[in-house]
Every structure is written in C-alpha cells, then in structure tokens.
C-alpha cells in the first residue's frame, strides 16, 4: 500500500495531567513520525487540555496512532483532521533594530501591507506580531530578513475543526452513568 | 462545566483515620485484596516495609532475589490467579529493575501493580543518592504511572491503579511514592473506584457487527477460529467452547491463548505461529472465513503480512480498539469483551459440522506427526529429546499441571506438546519474549495456587538469567517443580545461526554449571537425567514430590525445533524440516 502522505491535524482532549505529554511524544517517536508542531492549552472545557499536533503521515498511519492515543487512559478523545477540515492559523514574532524604521521606509509598507502588528517599540529595538497561514509568515520573514533580523519566533499551528467535538456530552455522560 | 474525572464508591461517614502515608498504603493493598506481594527493600520505601512487618499476618510479602524477579513472579500470580500481582522495589536501582517485567507485563496484558519508594519531594530532580525518574522511563511499558508526593493523594492513587490495571485490557501499572509522602500522616479513607471519566475500559458491542459476524460464520464454508489471551482475560472459555461446538469450527490458538479449550478437544486444532502447529498455519491461507478473538495478529503469528489469510474474510472480536485493523485488515470488526461479546453470537449462529474441512487439519496433523511430532515425543535415536520430557510430565501430571515456560526452544516444545486440561495454565513470557522469566513467574504462579501442580520448563540460558530465585523458593517453601532441558546452547538463537547464518555459532555455546550443586546448595532435591531409562522414574519422582524438586535433563545438544515458518516468510511456508 503506498499511500500519500499528507498534513494530518491532530487534536488530543485530555486530562491535565503532569507526564501526558511524555506519554504522547512516546507514542510519536516509537513510531519514527516527526512532529511538525505541537501545541497545548486549556480547551473550551474547565480542566481539559487540547493538544493540538500537526504531523505529515498517511492516513491510515492517522488512524492507527489515534488508536494509541485514546488507549492512554487519561485521553479523552483525540481525533485528526484534514487542512480542508480545519481552520487553522500560526503566529510569529520578529524583532528588529529601531533604527530601521526610520532608515528604511519600505520596512513600513512591508509591514502594512501583511498584517502585521507592532507590539512594542523603543530605542533600540521593535516587535512585530503577525498571524496567518505559514505561506504569509515566510513571505514576511523573507522581506524582512534583506534589512536584518534580530529574533524570530514562530508558534505550532493552532486549529479548530469545521465539524463538532462531542466532548463536554462525553463528559457529560460519564457523570450521569 | 465541572464533571467528576474518577467514579468511587460510597463515602463512608466519620471513618477517617489519622495514619501515615506508608500504613496507608498497606490499608489500600488489603482493601484491593491483595494477599501476597513480592519485592525487595531499600531506602526510599522502609517506612513500607516498616508497616509491612506490622501487618504480616494479613499481608504476605515475599522477599525476591532480584526485583525483577518480584514483577515476574506478580506476573505469575496474576496469570494463573485472573487477580492483580504486586510488586514492591525501592527507588534508583530497585526501580529499574522492575522495567523487564513491567515491559513483559505490558506487552501480556497482565494485571499489575509495582509500587516504588522515590526520594523526597524537596529532593526531586536534584539527582539525589538513588534518585531515577522512573516515571519517565516506565511511560512507554506502562499502562498508567504516576507520582504521588502527597500522603493524602495515595488512597485515591493506588485505587486507581487497581481500576486501571485489571479493567478492559488489563496490563501494568506504576505508581512512585516520594518518601515525605510515605511518613506524613493525613486523614484516611479507603474507597474503590469505580471509573474514570477520559477512560473506557470496555467499549460497547455493536449488535450489528455481532450480527454481521454471524452472517459472514453462518456461510463459511471453511471457518477458522484463531483465539488468543483474549478468551482467558475475559474469561470466556465457555462461551469460545460453544461457539466452536455448536457450529463445528476447527479452532486455532496463540501461544497465550493456550489451555483456553482443553488440548484433547476434538475441535482444538493446535496453535498457529512461528513454531505452531503445521495444520493451523497453512490453513489459515485456505480457509474462507477466519474468527479471530481476543488475539492482536503478532507478526510472530502472521509471518508475512502481504500474504496472510488474504482469501478470507476476517473477523476480529477485541477489546481493545486500537488492535482493529493494526496489522490485519478486518471486514467486521466487534469490539467489546469477549465473554459478553461471544454470549451474543452463540445465538445467532446456525447448528453445522465442517467435516471435510475439519478433515484437512486431520490429514495435515497426520503428516506433521509423521514428519516432527512421532521423532519429537517418542525418539529412536539415542540422545533425549525436549518433547519426551514433556510427554513424561503430561503423563504424570495427567495435563492437569501449570506450565511455566522460559523462553527457547523448550518453550516452544513445551507450549506444543504439554497437555491442557485447565485454562490459565500455560504461562509464559509470549510478546517480549523475556528469558528469566520462568522461574520466578513459577514461584507466583505456585503461591497464587497452591493446590495446582506447577512446572517451570527452562532452558540452561534463561535458567541462568534468574537462578538465584532458588533462595526464595527455599525460604518460602514454594513446592515449584523445575525442570531444566540443557543443550548446553543458547538453543533457539544456535538454531537460527544453523539455518540461516551457516552455523557459525557465535557466543551460543555454554559451558554450564553443576546445576544439581547448585539446587542442593539451596536445599532443594535434585536430580540429573542423561538417559532415556532414567526419564520416566524421574518425572515420576519430580511430580510425586510434595516439595520443591529440580530436575536437569540433559538433550540432544543440536536438536531443532519444527515445523517452522523462517522470519518474514508466509505461513503457507511452514517447514517441516
Ligand atoms: C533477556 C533475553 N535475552 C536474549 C534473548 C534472545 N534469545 C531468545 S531464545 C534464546 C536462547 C535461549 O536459550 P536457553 O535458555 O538455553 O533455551 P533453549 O533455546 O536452548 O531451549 C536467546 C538468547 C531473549 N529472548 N531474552
């Protein structure tokens, strides 16, 4: 079977727990798949944590790790998703020499022309802020990078799903059985 | 929202008791029902053993030679009792050395509990004397693990550990004890729980796959039924019997779904594997419909996947989701317990007899008893051979006894030949494949059943890995039988080099000890066979012992084990030679 490797998105709902995410690296490195991103949070539900994973696998390799993943006992749910499937954004942060602003005025347009937000100024240094999908943030970094860079910093892709998660009815369920 | 995360039972009103974390811990073992347990002491958990030596008269610990021999004989335990086995080690060195068997007992399926003492709280991560994350290193060989630094937390901690490692799929669990959380006092009220909410040990049976099952059996011409430890942990060894009866279904085992059906059952076709039996293997390549329950299609099972059971279709009853479709593709999955899952087939399924199908296995059992089984058990040649010791214990035992094997070719002759007349009774180290794991897994398995015969069936490899464990069956009186099949060669692997590395035999040969020495330097009778006339007396005199007895049986040095399907060759490929 030589199936296409994709972007798979996956997203872990467990317990917060002290030693999960040693348990679900294990889990990834057993299986030699490198991990893209990785991304934890509090979820939309009080006390459960969202991992949010993006690896490049085959759908049926997917699968079979979610398998392990649920297995764990203090996942909930863990589910992947498509890019289709997901709206997804990263965010990066750049710093930058101040003095630039002022000596080269194109740097004002780049910014203004992808979004990107200035967080800070002062003398010696700015920080920008931009959010968006991967494409956008290496195009900004390229521009930015002909005048010189002095940080650069980009997160894991955050993503919620087009489609429900029944986890606060599984939840739910639990307390009522 | 706000939702419990674990299930307890019910509180009982004003039953607190102020008492330390480490009595705690002895409170929680007995409320679980735990009799026995097996470890070793250090540092970091004798405030545990202190209260231990207090309440001796109703909990016994065993002193192992070797920590790992205390997680092997849990393992015992637990196997042949269904009950949960514990094992007890100090931090550092003791901890490590449970891994083995908690590796064993993960890829088993076997019910656990290991219990470590760790440094204090305030010394963690400072790499204090026999301090070792062992959290960390037991994550991946354990189905749960956690640290408790808290006296207050260890009541709800070690109920859940007992929750986690004998529901659903039971398998090992960890739980690491920081020393200040062992000598504090708190408040102490034991409660069981009862269930965890981001966990579901059992999923549910979906009537329609029960029902999809059922069509798919009910037209099979050439049905195959492959069970594993599955039927044994769910308890469904009745249920499997119907099925097989009712619908006369040639039915197939893994090596630790062994002594499930009784070996003399008509219907019980032998087991399937590496070194199975000759009929079920090539079958599985002709039959239309193939019946696998409680069985995860190891690679040692299946050989080559692109090849295995492709003709058929394939059904598979686990509990555990994550086994659908790992290695072998299913058309109906049924998730579930077995026991629950096989009580609502029965019903549905139509009253039938495969004859001429159940024939072939007939005629294929006729050629590999003329071409391996009748040299194996009755040799004519002069040097002795592991089969005939294990036709000699069959008959003394009458196939009543625990087999305890290592791992080597005297495990695979013994899980072929030994006869099964009761379940739980072929206990052996199948996924990890762990030498040393015989002897002691012997001593739990003897404690746990006291009344039950028990054999360890070893090799002068694995025998080696944990010999010193003969101290603790002298000290604890554990009246295990020991049986020694010496080649003096790593067999298995001299094997292999035989067949597939032009018998250069590298670092396979042994040069042994006098083993008979070293059983009566641990005041255990012993005695050492090298003729075929001495056999049966022997046996006889083994088996008739009410206390321990050790036997070495010296065999032919460069026998070999068949039929044989070579590493990543299809099962059609069985050698017989
Ligand atoms: C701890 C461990 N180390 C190495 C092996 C690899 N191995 C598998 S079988 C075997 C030989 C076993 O020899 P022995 O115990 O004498 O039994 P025999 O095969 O001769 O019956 C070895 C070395 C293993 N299974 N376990």
């Avoid at chain 2, 004998?166 to 409660?191: C, H, M, N, W």
């Avoid at chain 2, 899952?341 to 019903?347: D, G, T």
């Amino acid at each position: 079977m030589n199936e296409d490797i994709k972007t798979f998105t996956i997203s872990i709902y467990t317990e917060n727990n002290i030693g999960l995410l040693n348990r679900i690296s294990a889990i990834f490195q057993r299986r030699h798949i490198n991990i893209e991103s990785l991304t934890t949070s509090q979820s939309e539900i009080e006390g459960v944590n969202r991992f949010v994973i993006v690896v490049n696998i085959t759908e049926s390799q997917a699968r079979k790790i979610i398998g392990q993943f649920e297995k764990q006992v203090e996942v909930i749910r863990a589910y992947y998703h498509k890019d289709e499937d997901t709206i997804y954004t990263e965010s990066c942060m750049f710093k930058i020499k101040s003095a630039l602003l002022f000596e080269e005025p194109q740097i004002q347009n780049i910014i203004k022309e992808s979004n990107a937000r200035i967080v800070t100024v002062n003398k010696e240094f700015f920080v920008l802020e931009k959010s968006g999908r991967r494409n956008e943030i290496e195009s900004l970094r390229r521009d930015l990078n002909v005048f010189g860079i002095m940080q650069f910093v980009r997160a894991g892709r955050i993503a919620v799903t087009k489609d429900e998660m029944k986890i606060t009815e599984m939840l739910l369920a639990f307390n009522n059985q | 929202m706000n939702t419990e995360t674990i299930k307890k039972t019910q509180e009982v009103a004003d039953k607190t008791e102020r008492i330390t974390g480490s009595e705690a811990i002895i409170r929680c073992l007995i409320a679980e029902g735990v009799d026995i347990l097996y470890g070793y002491p250090g540092g970091a958990i004798m405030p545990v053993y202190d209260e231990l030596y207090k309440y001796q008269d109703k909990i016994h610990h065993v002193l192992t030679r070797h920590e790992q021999g205390a997680t092997h004989a849990a393992q015992g335990y637990a196997r042949i009792s269904g009950k949960v086995g514990v094992a007890m080690a100090t931090s550092g060195p003791g901890a490590t050395n449970l891994i083995t068997g908690i590796a064993d007992a993960q890829i088993d399926s076997t019910p656990m509990v290991c219990i470590t003492g760790q440094v204090f709280s305030n010394l963690l991560g400072s790499d204090a004397f026999q301090e070792t994350d062992i959290v960390g290193i037991s994550t991946p060989v354990t189905k749960w693990n956690h640290q408790v630094t808290k006296a207050s937390e260890i009541p709800e901690v070690i109920a859940k550990a007992f929750y986690i490692a004998r529901s659903g799929r039971p398998g090992p669990v960890l739980i690491d004890i920081t020393k200040d959380a062992q000598v504090s006092e708190f408040d102490f009220q034991y409660r069981k729980c009862t269930g965890i909410r981001s966990y579901v040990p059992v999923p549910k049976t979906n009537p329609e796959s029960v029902k999809a099952a059922a069509d798919l059996i009910n037209a099979a011409k050439k049905p195959l039924i492959v069970w594993g430890q599955g039927v044994i942990l769910g308890k469904a060894e009745n249920e499997l019997k119907a099925i097989v009866e009712k619908v006369g279904i040639p039915a197939a085992w893994t090596i630790l779904g062994a002594s499930a059906l009784p070996t003399t059952h008509p219907l019980n076709v032998g087991m399937v594997g590496m070194h199975g039996n000759y009929a079920p293997n090539k079958l599985t390549n002709e039959c239309d419909v193939l019946i696998a329950i409680g069985m995860r299609f190891d690679d040692r099972v299946t050989g080559k996947l692109d090849t295995y059971a492709k003709q058929a279709k394939i059904i598979h009853f686990d509990i555990d989701p994550a086994e659908i479709d790992k290695n072998v593709k299913t058309d109906v999955a049924v998730l579930g317990d077995s026991k629950d899952s096989l009580a609502k087939l029965l019903p549905l399924l139509n009253e039938k007899s495969h004859d001429s199908w159940l024939q072939e296995f007939k005629d294929l059992y006729k050629i590999e008893f003329e071409k391996v089984i009748k040299n194996d058990i009755s040799p004519t040649k002069e040097g002795l051979t592991m089969g005939e010791v294990l036709k000699q214990i069959n008959i003394e035992t009458k196939g009543n006894a625990a087999i305890v094997s290592d791992v080597g070719q005297h495990q695979m002759i013994a899980c072929r030949y030994a006869d099964f007349n009761i379940t739980k009774s072929n206990i052996t180290s199948g996924g990890l494949g762990t030498m040393g794991f015989a002897l002691p897994a012997a001593i739990g398995a003897k404690m746990a059943a006291p009344e039950r015969e028990v054999v360890a069936i070893i090799g002068d490899g694995g025998y080696q890995m944990t010999i010193q464990e003969l101290g603790t069956i002298f000290q604890q009186k554990a009246a295990v039988k020991i049986v020694v099949l010496n080649n003096e060669f790593l067999g298995m692997v001299r094997q292999w080099q035989q067949l597939f590395f032009d018998k250069r035999y590298a670092s396979t040969e042994m040069t042994n000890p006098n083993f008979v020495a070293i059983a009566e330097g641990y005041y255990i009778k012993a005695r050492k066979v090298t003729k075929r006339e001495e056999l049966a007396d022997a046996v006889k005199e083994m088996i008739a012992s009410k206390d321990s007895y050790f036997l070495e049986v010296c065999v032919e040095k460069e026998d070999n084990v068949f039929p044989m399907i070579p590493a990543g060759a299809s099962v059609s490929d069985i050698r017989l030679s």
